[in-house]
């Protein structure tokens, strides 16, 4: 399946796009350029995206309310969870994650059908490889003044690929490096219970070469639809999956970029696929040959998405 794709334009493009998602009061999708420390957000009526620069990388952010009204956003900055009141204002720090700043940062995260923010960590060495000392962490900021935070799973090296089933009985999550998503039974209070087990795996950059086949890519970012297929974007794939419940391919969607980060479902009527995409690091070829990487890139599918899960403030 090869739909036409658009693009949201965002200059100068995202670096490392990440954490789409479609605010259904803005009517407006929102997202995070990780290495160029930039908050975005657009309409998709084709004008410019309006970029807020930040002091420091965005891992991921989420809509919040506060007693059931807007309340801004909450963003995950580095080792800081924090509160943006107003687009451009000021930030306000309402929690930290339990890591080395030095070496560890907040990378992918949403919200949980209870308003909590669930924020994955990465490894970011000075030097050397990446290890598997980051850690999915619960952000619990209901309780005004008393944020919790706490490791849910630990040995992560790259976080990534959260979402929840529409009825929040099941909870998907990927480190990346590991090639494979992961799901896990929630209870009835949304919480993950026992371990969890693979929903799929993808052949590494070796095994691929081993089978003499062209890379598929790794597990990146995701989404759930209403049907509660999972989207899943494929760093260095080129490509997006809808997963069936027991992780069978029930769409491929190739992309006009080779590095998309993760999908989010938006627009009008809920059945636009927005995925943002990176191009930090890529070559001067890549990017001749696929100049719309680091943009969002939009098409219509047939099934809509779920609304945004807010950030519930106390």
């Given at each position: 399946?090869?739909?036409?794709?658009?693009?949201?334009?965002?200059?100068?493009?995202?670096?490392?796009?990440?954490?789409?998602?479609?605010?259904?009061?803005?009517?407006?999708?929102?997202?995070?350029?990780?290495?160029?420390?930039?908050?975005?957000?657009?309409?998709?009526?084709?004008?410019?995206?309006?970029?807020?620069?930040?002091?420091?990388?965005?891992?991921?952010?989420?809509?919040?309310?506060?007693?059931?009204?807007?309340?801004?956003?909450?963003?995950?900055l580095r080792d800081r969870i924090c509160h943006a009141p107003e687009w451009g204002g000021a930030l306000t720090e309402l929690a930290r994650l339990p890591i080395d700043a030095a070496r560890q940062r907040a990378n992918d995260g949403k919200c949980d059908p209870l308003g909590?923010?669930?924020?994955?960590?990465?490894?970011?060495?000075?030097?050397?490889?990446?290890?598997?000392?980051?850690?999915?962490?619960?952000?619990?900021?209901?309780?005004?003044?008393?944020?919790?935070?706490?490791?849910?799973?630990?040995?992560?090296?790259?976080?990534?690929?959260?979402?929840?089933?529409?009825?929040?009985?099941?909870?998907?999550?990927?480190?990346?490096?590991?090639?494979?998503?992961?799901?896990?039974?929630?209870?009835?209070?949304?919480?993950?219970?026992?371990?969890?087990?693979?929903?799929?795996?993808?052949?590494?950059?070796?095994?691929?070469?081993?089978?003499?086949?062209?890379?598929?890519?790794?597990?990146?970012?995701?989404?759930?639809?209403?049907?509660?297929?999972?989207?899943?974007?494929?760093?260095?794939?080129?490509?997006?999956?809808?997963?069936?419940?027991?992780?069978?391919?029930?769409?491929?969607?190739?992309?006009?970029?080779?590095?998309?980060?993760?999908?989010?479902?938006?627009?009008?009527?809920?059945?636009?696929?927005?995925?943002?995409?990176?191009?930090?690091?890529?070559?001067?070829?890549?990017?001749?040959?696929?100049?719309?990487?680091?943009?969002?890139?939009?098409?219509?599918?047939?099934?809509?998405?779920?609304?945004?899960?807010?950030?519930?403030?106390?």
């Open positions: 399946m090869n739909p036409a794709w658009a693009e949201l334009p965002a200059h100068p493009p995202a670096q490392l796009g990440e954490s789409p998602f479609w605010h259904p009061a803005e009517q407006r999708l929102y997202w995070v350029d990780i290495s160029g420390r930039a908050l975005l957000r657009a309409r998709l009526d084709g004008s410019a995206a309006e970029r807020w620069p930040l002091p420091g990388e965005p891992g991921c952010i989420a809509p919040a309310r506060r007693q059931g009204r807007d309340a801004g956003l909450v963003v995950a909590r923010f669930w924020v994955g960590t990465i490894h970011e060495p000075a030097s050397g490889p990446r290890q598997p000392v980051g850690a999915l962490h619960c952000v619990d900021l209901r309780v005004a003044g008393r944020p919790a935070v706490r490791a849910v799973f630990v040995g992560v090296t790259t976080a990534n690929g959260l979402a929840w089933s529409p009825d929040g009985r099941r909870m998907y999550f990927a480190d990346t490096p590991t090639h494979a998503i992961r799901v896990w039974d929630c209870d009835a209070s949304h919480e993950p219970v026992g371990a969890p087990r693979v929903l799929r795996r993808f052949a590494t950059q070796a095994e691929s070469r081993e089978a003499g086949q062209p890379y598929g890519g790794r597990p990146d970012g995701a989404c759930v639809d209403a049907e509660g297929a999972y989207w899943c974007a494929l760093y260095e794939g080129g490509r997006v999956l809808r997963l069936g419940p027991e992780g069978e391919v029930l769409a491929e969607l190739a992309l006009p970029a080779q590095c998309p980060t993760m999908p989010c479902l938006g627009g009008p009527d809920g059945d636009t696929l927005l995925v943002t995409s990176a191009r930090g690091g890529r070559s001067e070829e890549e990017l001749a040959r696929l100049p719309l990487s680091g943009q969002v890139l939009a098409a219509r599918v047939a099934v809509p998405g779920l609304p945004v899960a807010w950030c519930e403030l106390g």
